[in-house]
């Protein structure tokens, strides 16, 4: 009863909550990866709506994103484990604001914030690339500090 009173306070006060698995992680800070895609802008999901990949727990807006992600998540999920996009390509590891982010290639990037995501799309390519070759030898290690 008293965990049932807890989610309930939590959904009053506005935090996301996770229905099956609390101690899960949740990818995206609870953003629905499929509503990138679909609505062009960061939605955040309903903490009753979700589904595990890979380790992390996404949330979802609509039961239909839900679908969707679950029909085919790698179309969906956040390069770079939803770490920042432009930091990868420095060889950093930092976490990314879920609003900063951009599509390209049909893949969805997010960076720290606006400043970096406008410099991380200066050289899209490049910085992919370069991400793309530093990602496995930084991706075991601990988020580095801005």
Known sequence: MLNKLVILAMVAFGFSVMAQDESAV?????????AYFTKGEAV???GFIL????GLTYLFSSKENKELFDKNASKYVPQFGGWCAFGASVGKKFHADPNAFVIHNDKLYVNVNADI???FKEDLDGNIKKALNNWMKIKNKPADSL
């Open 26 to 34: 949740q990818a995206l800070e609870g953003y629905d990866p499929v």
């Open 117 to 119: 995501l406008k410099k």
């Open 44 to 46: 955040r999901g309903d």
């Open 51 to 54: 589904s595990k990949h890979e």
